[in-house]
Every structure is written in structure tokens, then in C-alpha cells.
């Protein structure tokens, strides 16, 4: 028995965790698994209903269960709100709670989704590497964060802050993974201007002495979100600081067409995992069963492999993915001229039906 | 008579320059104008004849003048002395004692060049838009920026600090920017996370209620560097951070093909502008006649109009370069297989002959 957190979230969040769970339960199904799913808040709903972003009760059943799922969260409603009454910090608050330091972002390329791609065949055929977010560190979490009057001017300050010890573990898990990978990390920083970057240069090259089969290299992060578009091939494992890994996977995306195709799993140092697509909760869609929910059946394939050690399930799931689509069906994000279209559901079903 | 100052700086900064200088000896010549121009050393070549990336002199020389030209800095040789002997020291302090808070990235679609861009070209034919970085502030300057012990911990902290002021200040030259072009002002951000994007947000919408006829939006970065390989021709003119602005603008010259296509003004509160193209010192290939000397020649163009209000000898030698790329001549950075390819000189020569 499995014991899965699933808190849906807001927008597009709730539509694409119930595709997810689907999956899930399509697995449990075909090979005698008991998947136990349990409801929690978080984002605006939570702080609709419960005043917080991150209720208290949401918090323990997570650390309770085996894993946590989690779709989007975020919009409009809440855009104006005082900080700590926005949705973002419930995803923020649990990270850190949750202390999942290592986010885990695949890129992967679809033949298929080619022609969805803005980049050219040639440049994404095969493609296919990791990037290695620090989650609970850097520019997002650092003090202070404030506004200030500095000789009587209003001024405002953030801070981008990092313990060695949590560099060297983010760099060792990065590390660890290139070992079973292609045995190459990019390490990317921007060690010609941050005193941060050099501490994370340094560590990289002390944790690379403990690892003599896998290739170091270092790269500034200008440089990295150009070459990402200009020859993604070349990297295997990308490892870096939390802004740097937001903005770099994000472009990182448009390899396989879309945002909607993306997963990512969160480890912890102690405790569960958590699993989320990397896209938002898309309020201008959200409700209209449109969603592509692929990102997130993906997320959940993450979970079966590295939470529950069922690889095979795993594999099923993503080759599922693969199956639908090169028989060409497509979510609106992913469509081109010609295109039959499915919903939300209907690509679910199409999944559940491959699995 | 014009007073330039030339920093060549290091690697192919040599030879750009020169190229670059070359040029304007042939608008000169053509028009009738006198350029004089003074050399100053800057980055690794300063620290090794003068032990400082900006020597007193170096500086006291460009703000003497009506224009700098800056080649670039930086080369393996330094890459592990002590911050303040760093080249990039030398380039950020120049920025910082010269006030150029406004740098103005322009990016424009070459129809000859689709081919060596990695984007397909229904997604960049048209794109012409403008990043605007804010170059003197946020992360690239805060305070502290330093190693310290935390609770007995090895740990490290950068600083992103802004007045409001000084963000008013960037966002304002934005809204004029727009104005003269479509009208349209995308403020990047990560207000869901920092405080300064949000104080960032808020001064946006403030100096937006002076410019009723320019329309504003807000992205945030990790959207922004999926949307710039996404969809660029959506934008107009694009004002960020400083570090933001540093990687948007790489990845954005992916849209040309080449870090070597792309100029750039750095404007300054009141004193002269310094131009520079936004690659790097290329140590890899310095010294081999090989350099895209384009990005350079374009910069001195963006000299030309702004610095000194020649309209018209700026608009030739822009058309120049498009001429000659029309023409099938390129450097090898922006060749394809066939392609006869130029050297750096050759390639000012035909820009000149264009001229
Ligand atoms: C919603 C936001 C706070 C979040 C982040 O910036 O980490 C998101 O962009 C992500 O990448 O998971
Ligand atoms: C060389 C480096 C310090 C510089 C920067 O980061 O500003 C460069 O990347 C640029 O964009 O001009």
C-alpha cells in the first residue's frame, strides 16, 4: 500500500492531478497495487478556505504519506495579496518544510512533438538531459527580503544566500545522477560576477575529485540559456543555483514544444518526495478541460520509479506517453495545422487506454 | 571632431575593435567628419601592465570623451585571481563610475541569416524588439557580497538591492524607448517570488500612468525566457533586472544565429555612452582573424546616432551590414555548409566597401 498526497491546487492544477491519479489507478489495477490517495489544500483555494497558502494540516499529511503530488497553484485572484498571503508561497513553504532540496527536471525529446518545437529538427533530435534545480536555497529564500529606507530613499533588498554544505549536496546528487547517466555535468553559475557562483565553482570542482568517471564543466548561466537553444545535446546533467534552474528550464521546455510536457520530481534529504509538472496553474485555460496533462502523468511515471522503486510501472507509463503520441493525438499546446485535438480527459483516457 | 575612446580589452576584443574602428574611419572619410581616437587599457591586459582591470587613466580618458567603444574582457589567464583582479571587475566598475544605467540591447531578424539560427523561421521572421538591462544596480552591485560564518557554517551571500529611484529611472527610458517604436512595454519580473520584482511591478504601473499611448505588461523571467524562443515577435521593448537582462539577451541572440550579430548602447545619467558588442572575449579563437566582427561594427552604428546624432551615417552602415550579409559573405559563426567563409578582416572590408 502506497500512501499519495495529492493536492490539486488552483487553475489547470486540479484538472491535470485528477488525469494523473487516473494513471495511477490504471497501474494499480493492472498490477495489483494499492494506491491510497489523500486530499490536501494548498495555493489561493487553501487561502481562500483556510486563510494560508500552506495549512498545517496539509503539511502533516504530506510527511505522513509516501509521496505527494502536486498539480499548480496561483492566479489573478490572488496577484495582489501581501506576500504571505500568496499561493506561491504555499509551493515555497513546503519545499522548504518538506526541506526537497534536489528538484529533478528531465528534458526529453519526442520525435513526434518535433514539429511543435520552435527549434529545428536538427537541433533537438535526440536531446535529452536533466536539469538539477537547488529548491530550497539561493535567491528565493535568502534574508533579508524587504523594502528599507537607505539614507532616506525607499529601497528594497533580496538576498541570494547558500551554506556550503547545501551547495556540495545539491552538486554531489548532481553528480551521483551523471553516474548513471552520460556521465557529463554542466555546472552553471556566474562565477565571473557572483561571489556565490565562485563558492559553487569551488565546491563543484572538490565534489568532481570524488567522481573521476564523470566529466566536469563548468558554464556561465548568460551562456547556458543561449546554448540550451543553440545545441542542447550537449549537456547530460545541468546542476545550479534555484532562480538560474527556474529560468533555465523553463526555456528548457520549448525542446519538446511545450510546457505542458514537462515533469519534475522534488527529493527530500529525510523524508518524502513531491512531484509536480513544471508548468503554472494557467488560470486563462483553467476549467475548460483543455490542459495538457502529459506533464503531470509524466510526474507521476517519476514518482513510481524513484518513490515506489517500480520501475516497470514506470517505464509502462512513459512508454504510454510516447504511444499516444506518435499515433498523433495532441492537446491543444502541442497541436499543429492539421491536428485532431483531444481534451483533457480524452488524452488521459487515450494514456490509460496504451497502458 | 569626435572624441572616441577605444578599450579594445582582451581576446578577439582586439580585434572588433578594430574593425569596428575602421568603419567609422570610412563613414569619416565618406563624410567629412574627424574621429579622434584615444586607446585606454581595461580588463586582463590592464592587470597585467597596470595591476588593476580599470586603471585611473583608463577612466579619466572616457569621461574626456564623446563615445567609448569597449571590445571585451575577460580570458582563462585571470579566471582564478582574487575578485578585484578579475577583467570583469574592470568592465563593472566602468559601468558603475561612468553611471551607464540604461544598456540597450537591440535584437533584429536578418532574413539571410534564418538559416544559422536554431529557431525555425516562421517563429523569428519580423522579430524586432529591444532589451533594455538595467546595468548598474540588482544583483550585479548589492552589498554585501561576501563569504562569512553562519552558526559555525562555511556560507556565502550576494545581494540584490535596488532604490526605487533607480528602477524608475530604467523603466522610464523604457516607456520613452517605446514610444519611438511600437508602443509596447514588457516588464520582466519575478514578482511571485522577490520583493524588488515586486517593488519592480509597482513603479512599472506607476510610470506607466505617464505613458497612456504605451501598452505594459508583466512576465515573469522564467515565462519570459520560454516566450523569447516561444513566440519572440510578441515583443517590443523588454525592460529587466540586470542579471535578468544578462541572460535574456544571450538567449535572445539565438534569434540571429549568433552572439556575434548583437550590438549594444549602455546609456548613461550624464556623462557619455559606452558601446560594445554583448559577446565575450572568445579566448578560444582570439588571435585567429575569425571574430564576427558584425555586433562591433553595429554598436559603432548605434554610436553614431546616439552619441552623436548621425542619423543618416548610422543608417548607412547598418545597411551596409545587411548588404553584405545578403551578399552571402559570412564569418564562420553565422556560416552554413557551403557558405564561403570570411575573416574578420575580410568581412570589415566588404562592410566597407558597402559604405
Ligand atoms: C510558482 C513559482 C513560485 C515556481 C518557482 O518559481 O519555483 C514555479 O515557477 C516553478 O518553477 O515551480
Ligand atoms: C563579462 C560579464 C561580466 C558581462 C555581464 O555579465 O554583464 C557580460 O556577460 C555582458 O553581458 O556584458
Redesign the interface.
Known amino acids: 500500500m502506497y500512501r499519495i498526497a495529492v493536492l490539486q491546487g488552483d487553475g489547470i492544477g486540479k484538472e491535470v492531478t485528477k488525469g494523473a491519479v487516473n494513471i495511477l489507478q490504471a497501474i494499480a489495477d493492472r498490477f495489483g497495487h494499492t494506491f491510497h490517495f489523500s486530499y490536501g489544500l494548498i495555493g489561493g483555494e487553501a487561502i481562500d478556505r483556510e486563510g494560508t497558502p500552506l495549512p498545517e494540516q496539509t503539511l502533516h499529511l504530506c510527511k505522513q504519506s509516501d509521496a505527494v503530488l502536486l498539480g499548480a497553484v496561483?492566479g489573478p485572484k490572488w496577484d495582489n495579496n501581501p506576500?504571505h498571503l500568496?499561493p506561491?508561497k504555499g509551493l515555497?513553504q513546503i519545499r522548504k518544510e518538506m526541506n526537497l532540496f534536489a528538484n529533478i527536471r528531465p528534458v526529453t525529446f519526442y520525435e513526434s512533438l518535433a514539429a511543435s518545437?520552435?527549434?529545428?529538427p536538427h537541433?533537438i533530435e535526440g536531446a535529452d538531459f536533466v536539469i538539477v534545480r537547488e529548491l530550497t536555497g539561493g535567491?528565493?529564500f535568502?534574508k533579508p527580503?524587504?523594502?528599507r529606507i537607505?539614507k532616506g530613499?525607499?529601497?528594497?533588498?533580496?538576498?541570494?544566500?547558500?551554506?556550503?554544505?547545501e551547495i556540495e549536496r545539491i552538486i554531489t546528487f548532481a553528480f551521483t545522477l551523471a553516474q548513471k547517466r552520460k556521465k557529463k555535468v554542466t555546472s552553471v553559475d556566474?562565477a565571473?560576477?557572483?561571489?556565490?557562483s565562485?563558492?559553487w565553482r569551488e565546491v563543484a570542482e572538490q565534489v568532481a575529485k570524488r567522481f573521476p568517471d564523470v566529466q566536469l564543466e563548468h558554464m556561465l548561466?548568460?551562456?547556458a540559456?543561449?546554448q540550451?537553444?543553440?545545441?542542447p545535446k550537449q549537456f547530460d546533467v545541468i546542476v545550479t543555483e534555484n532562480?538560474?534552474g527556474?529560468?533555465?528550464?523553463?526555456?528548457a521546455?520549448?525542446l519538446t514544444g511545450s510546457?505542458g510536457m514537462l515533469p519534475s520530481a522534488s527529493l527530500s534529504v529525510d523524508g518524502p518526495a513531491l512531484y509536480e509538472p513544471i508548468h503554472g496553474s494557467a488560470p486563462d485555460i483553467a476549467g475548460q478541460n483543455k490542459a495538457n496533462p502529459l506533464a503531470t502523468i509524466l510526474s507521476v511515471a517519476m514518482m513510481l520509479r524513484l518513490s515506489f522503486g517500480l520501475t516497470e510501472e514506470a517505464d509502462i507509463v512513459e512508454r504510454a506517453v510516447k504511444q499516444v503520441l506518435d499515433a498523433g493525438y495532441r492537446t491543444v499546446d502541442i497541436a499543429q495545422h492539421g491536428d485532431c485535438v483531444l481534451s483533457t480527459t480524452e488524452m488521459v483516457e487515450k494514456v490509460k487506454d496504451a497502458i
Chains 1, 2 share one sequence.
Open positions: 496561483g506576500p500568496r506561491e515555497l518545437s520552435p527549434l529545428k537541433v535567491l528565493y535568502g527580503s524587504e523594502r537607505e530613499e525607499e529601497a528594497v533588498v533580496d538576498t541570494l544566500f547558500y551554506k556550503r554544505a556566474k565571473n560576477v557572483l561571489e556565490s565562485r563558492m548561466v548568460d551562456n540559456a543561449m540550451l537553444v543553440r545545441s532562480m538560474f527556474d529560468i533555465l528550464s523553463d526555456e521546455s520549448m510546457l
